[in-house]
Every structure is written in C-alpha cells, then in structure tokens.
C-alpha cells in the first residue's frame, strides 16, 4: 500500500501549458516533500522540495504548492517545454532520509 | 564523474538463478537504498543502510538480500530469482540532509525468464 498517492499517471500537454500533478498522504510525520524528474533510461533526478511550513515554492517554471489541513501537495510546470516530457515522482518522508514515492506520471509536452 | 555506478547495467537470469547487483558512490553518503520500479507502481524500497556494515528491509524485502561491507558499496543478491522479480532496479545515495536529496544511479534492468 503506497503512502503517497499520486494522480494523474499520464498527463499530455501542448507546448506553453500548464501540467499539473496531484499528490496526496496520511502519514501526518511526514513533513519534507520532494518532486523527482525521470528521463527515459536515466535515474530520478531531484527536482524541487518543500517543507510543511511554507504552502508554495518556485524554481524557475516549477512550483510545488502544499495544503497542510488536506494532506496535499501539487506540481505546476508553467509554460511547458518539450523537454519537460519525462516521468514524475513525488515523495515524502518523517525522519529525512527514507522516501516513500508516488506511482509517477507520465508528462508528454506536445509541440 | 561522481556518482552512483550501478553494475551490470542488463541481465536476463532464468527462475532459480542467483545474481549480485553492485551499487558503488563515491560521494563519501552514508545512506544507501535500493528500490525497485514496475509500471504504475512507482518506486518501491527494498532494502535500505544508514551506513556501513547496517542494513533494514524496506516496503518489498522479500527475496532480496543486501550488505554493505564496505562504506561506498551497497550489493543487491537475489538467491532464487522469480518472474515476479523482473523489473528495473534503482541504487541511490544520500547524505541525510533532505535538500540535497537523493542521488540514483542510471538502473539495473532485470529480466526473469
């Protein structure tokens, strides 16, 4: 049983959109939630983190926002670029060194 | 380059065989993990070490067997190899401070025939 649910698992997007992954959790320990980056035949890459403490953070064209009371977490990946298509993951862990992972999505940026 | 170096990178084993997968970083981490990823099932813990000569089973132990000897290598072994076992395996680093994540190696992909 996953601890983190994640939705969707594929997601397709034109180029200049907006992709957006929803993740969710019951472990109320948890309090670090990363988003990793998977290119096709390469490892996950860390990608952005948050800590319950803030409810948004921006990286560039990514933002991760957090709602504390609903136990959620989402990534928006503003103007979508081809080279975003890749698989995502998000995560969570209580004690900052053992992550439990979503399912993934699948995120294909259409030109 | 630094990393996480994962061998060997392909194996095709037959039901029964046994194999060692190697994970080695040179990255001086503490913590080591191996996990496995199937389609729609994300990435799931095996085994994990939170340094040398350590190690705790995690979400899938079953069938799988670690150690680690030595502070930079985390070695993977199935005993008896199944067909449920064919997926592709991930070793990974860290250094326990969360900012700077996890580093994963580029994957061990393992077919059960």
């Known amino acids: 049983q996953q601890q983190v649910k994640q939705s969707p698992q594929s997601l397709i997007v034109q180029k200049g959109g907006i992709s957006i992954i929803n993740c969710a959790y019951e472990n109320t320990a948890f309090d670090y939630f990363p988003w990793y980056q998977q290119f096709p035949g390469k490892g996950p890459a860390l990608l952005i983190a948050i800590r319950p403490d803030v409810s948004e953070k921006k990286e560039g064209r990514f933002t991760i926002s957090f709602n504390k009371s609903a136990k959620q977490f989402s990534l928006h990946i503003m103007d979508s670029q081809p080279g975003d298509s890749a698989t995502y993951f998000c995560?969570?862990?209580?004690?900052?060194?053992?992550?439990?992972f979503g399912a993934g999505t699948t995120v294909t940026v259409r030109a | 380059n630094a990393g996480v170096t994962q061998t060997p990178k392909f194996r095709v084993l037959k039901t029964g065989q046994s194999m060692t997968l190697l994970c080695a970083q040179d990255?001086?981490?503490?913590?080591m993990y191996w996990y496995r990823q199937d389609p729609g099932m994300g990435l799931r813990l095996i085994h994990y070490?939170?340094?040398?000569?350590?190690?705790a089973k995690g979400e899938v132990p079953d069938g799988y067997n670690v150690s680690r000897l030595k502070k930079q290598n985390f070695l993977l072994g199935l005993e008896s190899a199944a067909p449920s076992q064919t997926s592709v395996y991930f070793c990974a680093s860290g250094d326990g401070i969360p900012n700077y994540g996890y580093t994963f190696g580029s994957g061990t992909r393992l077919t059960v025939v």
């Open positions: 070490s939170v340094g040398e000569g350590t190690t």
């Open positions: 995560a969570a862990t209580p004690n900052d060194y053992k992550l439990s």
């Open positions: 990255m001086n981490h503490e913590y």
